[in-house]
């Protein structure tokens, strides 16, 4: 039943009608680091690792990290949207396969909804003129110059930050 001794596991579903999910992808992420020990005991990144697995699979090795790019295809963008390009990457800060992993709840939650914004960084995006438009819209507010009914210290913030 999808649960741990009675209780929702970490891949659950919320118990939620209603859920929205708005994030950025398409930046370069950090997804995996290769380590490597040192005589001395240290544990340090492997900046000459170059394994196989990551450059096949549409990642990148960068010095011992592995990133991913908008150009690293990505099973759930398959599974979901076949026909689709697959290739997607993060927000800067969270790869996509965890931004994105609320698809899997889409039979789950009988209101689901998501927008992916192109090149919007995982802080900065609180800032993004789409992600202003997308809350306002989810949140009820969709007429034409929904910005001008909000108080003017919350413009003067959003347009610092834009």
């Not at 819209?137 to 034409?144: A, L, S, W």
Request: proline share 7%.
């Amino acid at each position: 039943d999808g649960t741990l001794h009675g209780k929702m596991t970490i891949l659950d579903p919320p118990p939620v009608q209603r859920l929205f999910a708005i994030y950025g992808v398409d930046l370069e992420t950090e997804v995996m680091y290769y380590y490597e020990y040192r005589e001395d005991g240290r544990i340090i990144i492997a900046e000459d690792a170059a394994p196989h697995f990551a450059n096949t699979a549409g990642y990148e090795v960068r010095r011992g990290v592995v990133v991913e790019t908008e150009k690293t295809p990505q099973s759930n963008v398959r599974h979901f949207h076949p026909g689709e390009s697959d290739a997607r990457s993060g927000d800067g800060t969270v790869p996509y396969g965890s931004l994105a992993y609320c698809k899997y709840w889409k039979n789950k939650i009988p209101e689901l909804h998501l927008k992916e914004i192109p090149h919007a960084e995982h802080r900065s995006m609180l800032a993004n003129p789409i992600f202003i438009s997308a809350l306002l819209k989810y949140v009820g507010i969709q007429q034409k110059g929904a910005l001008s009914s909000l108080p003017l210290e919350a413009l003067d913030m959003i347009r610092s930050r834009t």
